[in-house]
């Protein structure tokens, strides 16, 4: 082990020591109230028969997939498969491409969010996303990046320090900025960002999160911190999370789908089943190839 | 300093000085440039430098062709007296009732020009399918390629009767604000507004085109994040185009500014051309006024010492006009959009 490593692991020890547990227990022992906000809770996602095209070119197509309420789902696959663009169908960022178009539907909690009638920035608002390169306001301080979809969805928060302190807390930042949250955030360094962005996402208590590749551009120790933070958002958030790292998709998903595009052909779900069951006994050869590190 | 295990102290190598750091020379480097890389470096450093040659050589002719007039009048009373007689003698001239007209004919064109500008540019950069944007830009070009005599004589002979019921409108419901007192029997033609209004379309494209081109290097990273966070279109624009965009929005301002300073044949045609005492020239929605370069035209081929004291004026815009477009190309090279920062 390296002095490096050995220091991140020191690092990471001292982030959970008792008194900072007490402390985020009495933190979360205050009820925070977000008026206007998403109904509480996890939700459950469905997409069914999901198609997306860009222009005249069919990029996903006939994708059925369930991902439960509170669990932990990983979409993965070669570049270029589609994951992207399904999980970007999921709160509607699909349609800000020009010549996007969608077939099929997603139901949250059983309600398709496309609609009519159906605003885009209600569904955004419930299911939230972290994309893969880190993109805080760099303008905006500390506190300001995590309140900010407050001030974008026009909601009302009764206690918006405890929220603060709430979210920075949940994604496993709070330590770290806990006496400059004044400063920009602009200023912090790219996992720091990455995870300021994840608090900026949970702060209006989506009811689904999703996230776009959340540690490609990060070192070891920022990646195991979110991993981290996925893993106690389990139960209290539904997370859908795109990845290329198989080891990661291990380690923090309850389900996982493996999408697949041949050439010249649109993207589509080869395989989904539980983790556990896609690593060590898949039923399609191509799924057992790519997990294994045959190709992709 | 590694220690083996076990080593008494006594045994450890006492620090000796670290040893003199040797001479070293640094080696020259040479680079021989091909002879097409030469010839071009001298064509176009020559091209740059005769542009500042020229700027100088400009600056000079105003300064030596004014000479008589200021050494006549005084620097310091050229500049802040109002009058400008030239029917008595000694001649009484002064700049100081010119430049008021000049800066509030800009100021006025400004004030209307820049939320036309901010909001046709993100009509284009932020509402727009990539036909309407291309559409739109030309439209917006085009208008700077009508002649500013045309929008003179526009302005003159169609728009100042439409304008005098606004004008009329604006005096008795915010009369009570000094700029837009009026008297009770003046005419509301031939105003510093009716001309700022028409100089502002003069400047509207190149503030558009500025504020556009900055506009639309705004991040798409943070347009997403705040478009997923659950805002609305305007909600992104006010939380990430437009702090993005300040600077962009700031230096545009000025450069519409330098260029309505500069504004010559549309106030030359729309205002009467008399400079007034300052108090009375402040009253922007009644006839009267006038702006250095609009008298100047009025004024060009009379005896020498008016042409000099002209001469002098127009040394006087010169220098602001410059000193508004530096400022204006600071402003914008400072800001995060001109910068290029990598977030």
């Known amino acids: 082990m390296t002095d490096v490593e050995i220091d991140a692991e020191i690092d990471l020890e001292e982030n959970l020591t008792e008194q900072d547990q007490e402390e985020a227990e009495k933190v979360f022992a205050k009820k925070v109230e977000i008026i206007g906000g998403p109904p509480a809770g996890p939700a459950t996602l469905e997409a069914k028969d999901a198609c997306a095209w860009f222009g005249d070119r069919l990029v996903l197509e006939g994708v059925d997939l369930v991902m439960p309420k509170g669990q932990v789902t990983a979409l993965i696959g070669p570049s270029g498969c589609g994951k992207s663009t399904f999980l970007r169908l999921l709160n509607r960022m699909h349609e800000l491409i020009p010549g996007a178009a969608l077939d099929g539907e997603i139901l949250l909690d059983g309600e398709d969010i496309y609609a009519t009638g159906t605003r885009a920035q209600q569904v955004r608002m419930r299911i939230g996303m972290v994309f893969q390169k880190p993109n805080p306001f760099p303008a905006m301080t500390i506190r300001e990046n995590v309140l900010a979809a407050l001030k974008l969805a026009r909601l009302k928060c009764d206690d918006k320090d405890t929220l603060v302190e709430q979210s920075l807390t949940r994604a496993g930042l709070w330590k770290e900025v806990r006496d400059r949250l004044d400063s920009p955030g602009g200023a912090l360094s790219g996992g720091q960002q990455q995870r300021l962005c994840i608090a900026r996402s949970l702060a209006v208590h989506p009811n689904v999160l999703l996230m776009d590749e959340p540690c490609s551009a990060l070192d070891p120790t920022s990646t195991r911190r979110v991993e981290e933070t996925i893993d106690e958002l389990r139960g209290e958030v539904t997370v859908v999370i795109v990845t290329h790292n198989m080891q990661q998709a291990q380690r923090v998903s309850d389900l996982c789908a493996f999408f697949l595009a041949a050439e010249n052909q649109p993207g589509v779900v080869v395989e989904q089943g539980p983790t556990d069951v896609m690593f060590s006994t898949p039923t399609d050869s191509r799924t057992l190839d790519y997990v294994q590190g045959r190709f992709g | 300093?590694?220690?083996?295990?076990?080593?008494?102290?006594?045994?450890?190598?006492?620090?000796?000085?670290?040893?003199?750091?040797?001479?070293?020379?640094?080696?020259?480097?040479?680079?021989?440039?091909?002879?097409?890389?030469?010839?071009?470096?001298?064509?176009?450093?020559?091209?740059?430098?005769?542009?500042?040659?020229?700027?100088?050589?400009?600056?000079?002719?105003?300064m030596i062709q004014s000479s008589d007039a200021l050494g006549e009048t005084g620097i310091w009373t050229f500049l802040t007296r109002t009058e400008w007689r030239t029917d008595v003698t000694p001649a009484r001239i002064g700049v100081l009732g010119l430049l008021a007209g000049t800066v509030l004919v800009a100021v006025v064109a400004v004030a209307i020009a820049v939320p036309l500008s901010v909001f046709s540019a993100l009509a284009i950069t932020e509402y727009s399918t990539a036909k309407r944007r291309k559409w739109l830009v030309g439209v917006v070009d085009l208008l700077a390629a009508v002649p500013s005599l045309l929008f003179g004589l526009w302005g003159f002979l169609f728009l100042s009767d439409k304008i005098v019921p606004i004008s009329l409108w604006l005096s008795q419901n915010f009369g009570w604000i000094p700029l837009f007192k009026t008297s009770e029997d003046a005419s509301l033609t031939g105003s510093i507004f009716i001309a700022g209004i028409v100089v502002a379309l003069m400047v509207l494209p190149i503030i558009t085109s500025?504020?556009?081109?900055?506009?639309?290097?705004?991040?798409?990273?943070?347009?997403?994040?705040?478009?997923?966070?659950?805002?609305?279109?305007?909600?992104?624009?006010?939380?990430?185009?437009?702090?993005?965009?300040?600077?962009?929005?700031?230096?545009?301002?000025?450069?519409?500014?330098?260029?309505?300073?500069?504004?010559?044949?549309?106030?030359?045609?729309?205002?009467?051309?008399?400079?007034?005492?300052?108090?009375?020239?402040?009253?922007?929605?009644?006839?009267?006024?006038?702006?250095?370069?609009?008298?100047?035209?009025?004024?060009?081929?009379?005896?020498?010492?008016?042409?000099?004291?002209?001469?002098?004026?127009?040394?006087?815009?010169?220098?602001?006009?410059?000193?508004?477009?530096?400022?204006?190309?600071?402003?914008?090279?400072?800001?995060?959009?001109?910068?290029?920062?990598?977030?």
């Open chain 2, 1 to 62: 300093m590694n220690v083996v295990p076990g080593t008494v102290l006594e045994d450890l190598p006492v620090a000796e000085d670290p040893p003199a750091p040797r001479e070293r020379t640094r080696r020259i480097i040479t680079e021989v440039p091909s002879r097409a890389d030469r010839r071009f470096n001298q064509i176009t450093m020559g091209a740059g430098i005769s542009v500042l040659a020229l700027l100088t050589l400009v600056g000079l002719f105003l």
């Open chain 2, 210 to 343: 500025v504020v556009r081109e900055v506009f639309s290097q705004t991040p798409p990273g943070e347009k997403e994040a705040a478009l997923a966070l659950g805002g609305t279109r305007w909600g992104m624009i006010k939380t990430v185009v437009l702090p993005f965009g300040k600077g962009g929005i700031v230096g545009g301002s000025m450069l519409g500014l330098g260029r309505a300073l500069g504004e010559t044949i549309a106030v030359a045609l729309l205002l009467p051309q008399v400079p007034q005492k300052i108090s009375e020239s402040i009253h922007i929605l009644q006839n009267g006024g006038a702006t250095v370069s609009g008298f100047i035209a009025n004024r060009a081929g009379s005896d020498s010492f008016t042409t000099s004291g002209l001469l002098a004026a127009g040394l006087v815009l010169f220098v602001i006009t410059l000193g508004t477009n530096m400022i204006a190309s600071v402003v914008v090279s400072n800001s995060r959009s001109g910068a290029g920062v990598e977030i």
